[in-house]
C-alpha cells in the first residue's frame, strides 16, 4: 500500500479508536434526556434508520450483514466517554473531515446524503442518545 494511501485510511478509523483527546467530547444537549440502552441497540441494528451496521460491526444481530468498513464497535464504551461518542455520532467530521461516516444531527451545506433524508437530519437528537447509551455499555 503506497504510504498516502495508508495515511488516508488511517486517518478515517484512529479518531473513531483513539482514547481521549483534548476536544474530542459533546455534552448532552440542554433539555435532552439521557438515552436508553435498549432502545440504542434496536437503533444501531435498524439498518434502514441509523445505517450503524453497514458500516460497523460488533455484539450486533446478524453478524453477517455487517459492515467492515469502519472499526468494530465491541467495548468502545470502555476506549470512549459518552461525550467521545456523543461528538463522534454527531457530528465525527469535527474530529476528521475526510470521515466516510454521516453527519447524524446537522446537514451542513454541500453533504451527500440521500434524498430521504435531504433538508433534515438522520437522526433527532433523542435518538443520538438512545445510541450513545447503548455504545456507552459496551464495555467488553
Known sequence: MNAPLL???IGLIAPTCALAQAGDTLARPPGIEAGDATEG???VAD????LCVLCHSGPFP??????????DLSGVGARLSEDQIRLRVTDMRRLNPDSLMPTYAALKAGERVGAAWRGRPILVEQEIEHIVAYLASLKE
Do not use: E, I
Not at 439498518?47 to 441509523?50: D, E, N, T
Not at 446478524?62 to 472499526?71: E, F, I, S, T
Open 47 to 50: 439498518r434502514q434508520k441509523s
Open 62 to 71: 446478524n453478524p453477517h450483514l455487517q459492515g467492515d468498513l469502519a472499526p
Open 7 to 9: 495515511a488516508a485510511v
Open 41 to 43: 441497540a434496536r437503533l
